[in-house]
């Protein structure tokens, strides 16, 4: 992602976007009411009995809600035209989606641009320089491969050993060999520098040596590790462990959990708090010194009041991703919290 132009007294951002994670965090900042300008394609018909012919405009939306589709790698940001380009193919107040995809470039409109939602876009352009990170958890029936990226955890594919005591020694060893590189393979495919192979038991090592044996050149660094289990907790185990904190430190994920146990253990001695009413009143007392927001809360306009008086009062704002883990455990706490 990055900043094209940034016009904060006219309340105009130009986005130049370039991956999935971009598309994920325009969501984050794109709320109801604000406007998006953006090319697009509209069905303009010259008479009711044409059938329609798909025209390039430009149009400007008065957003009412955005659909991210990570499989079609679209952000979808539907709402009232209320400009386009050229006017012989726009309808005003009529709805339209514009289907933003990597690539793309737009122009996001607020009345004011805060400095909690600046912060997101610039830490956003800070983590297309960060070296992402593979991790594939392992044992003796299954692997579960996973990116750790700039907007959280992406899992993929598991994949199976098809392993059986039933089988002859002679196929037991040819189907873990295949196993074993398609292990291989998909951490040679794997788009990142480092990539974490972990798991319980003793397959990790043996694919190590598979590897080993092979001899093949693979272009990343190689990290093993122990993991209780295979499957998607077992990927956070990883991310949470001390053994990796120097190649998570600087990724949000990492931040998020550490920050989220900073208010779990504030809860015990009633330093923090959670819910709107509850932080509303810890910054009235001037007994905050940090809040934590999930981005689906940003549209609710008290949690807007909240952040903007915690901005006035020079407050550190952070946010999370509602779709991870920290996000989902700050969820069971009302999706705001205040740490003292």
């Known amino acids: 992602m990055h900043i094209v132009k940034f016009y904060q007294g006219e309340g105009v951002m130009r986005l130049k976007l370039d991956t999935l994670e971009d598309l994920w965090t325009v969501q984050r900042i794109v709320l109801p009411n604000d406007l998006v300008k953006s090319k697009s394609l509209r069905k303009f018909k010259a008479n009711e009995t044409d059938v329609g012919e798909l025209k390039e405009v430009i149009?400007?939306?008065?957003?009412?809600?955005?659909?991210?589709?990570?499989?079609?790698?679209?952000?979808?940001?539907?709402?009232?035209?209320?400009?386009?380009?050229?006017?012989?193919?726009?309808?005003?107040?009529?709805?339209?989606?514009?289907?933003?995809?990597?690539?793309?470039?737009?122009d996001i409109i607020k009345a004011a641009w805060p400095d909690y939602l600046v912060n997101v876009v610039k830490?956003?352009?800070?983590?297309?320089?960060?070296?992402?990170?593979?991790?594939?958890?392992?044992?003796?029936?299954?692997?579960?491969?996973?990116?750790?990226?700039?907007?959280?955890?992406?899992?993929?594919?598991?994949?199976?050993?098809?392993?059986?005591?039933?089988?002859?020694?002679?196929?037991?060893?040819?189907?873990?060999?295949?196993?074993?590189?398609?292990?291989?393979?998909?951490?040679?495919?794997m788009d990142v520098d480092t990539v974490i192979v972990a798991g319980p038991g003793f397959t990790k090592d043996d694919?190590?040596?598979?590897?080993?044996?092979?001899q093949e050149k693979i272009d990343k660094r190689i990290i093993y590790q122990q993991a209780s289990n295979t499957e998607r907790s077992g990927v956070y185990e990883i991310i949470r462990s001390s053994e990796?904190?120097?190649?998570?430190?600087?990724?949000?994920?990492?931040?998020?959990?550490?920050?989220?146990?900073?208010?779990?253990?504030?809860?015990?001695?009633?330093?923090?708090?959670?819910g709107i009413?509850?932080?509303?009143?810890?910054?009235?007392?001037?007994?905050v010194g940090s809040l934590?927001?999930?981005?689906?809360?940003?549209?609710?306009?008290?949690?807007?009041?909240?952040?903007?008086?915690a901005e006035l009062m020079h407050i550190?704002?952070?946010?999370?991703?509602?779709?991870?883990?920290?996000?989902?455990q700050l969820a069971s706490f009302k999706g705001i919290a205040s740490i003292a």
């Open 123 to 189: 830490n956003a352009v800070g983590d297309t320089k960060k070296p992402r990170l593979g991790i594939i958890v392992v044992d003796d029936e299954k692997a579960l491969p996973a990116y750790l990226l700039g907007y959280g955890v992406e899992f993929r594919n598991e994949i199976y050993s098809n392993l059986s005591k039933r089988m002859t020694q002679k196929d037991f060893q040819e189907q873990q060999r295949k196993f074993y590189e398609a292990i291989t393979s998909t951490i040679k495919s």
């Open 244 to 274: 990796v904190e120097s190649l998570l430190r600087s990724e949000h994920i990492r931040s998020e959990f550490a920050v989220m146990e900073e208010f779990l253990k504030g809860l015990s001695s009633g330093t923090s708090k959670y």
């Open 59 to 106: 149009i400007t939306l008065r957003v009412e809600k955005t659909e991210l589709d990570k499989n079609a790698l679209r952000l979808r940001i539907m709402g009232k035209i209320v400009e386009g380009k050229p006017e012989q193919y726009i309808r005003l107040n009529s709805y339209h989606t514009l289907n933003i995809a990597p690539s793309d470039t737009l």
């Open 207 to 214: 694919v190590r040596t598979y590897m080993e044996s092979k």
């Open 277 to 287: 009413e509850n932080v509303a009143t810890a910054i009235d007392d001037y007994a």
């Open 316 to 328: 550190k704002i952070d946010i999370f991703n509602s779709m991870d883990e920290a996000g989902e």
């Open 292 to 309: 934590i927001v999930n981005d689906s809360m940003l549209g609710n306009q008290d949690v807007q009041k909240i952040l903007a008086k």
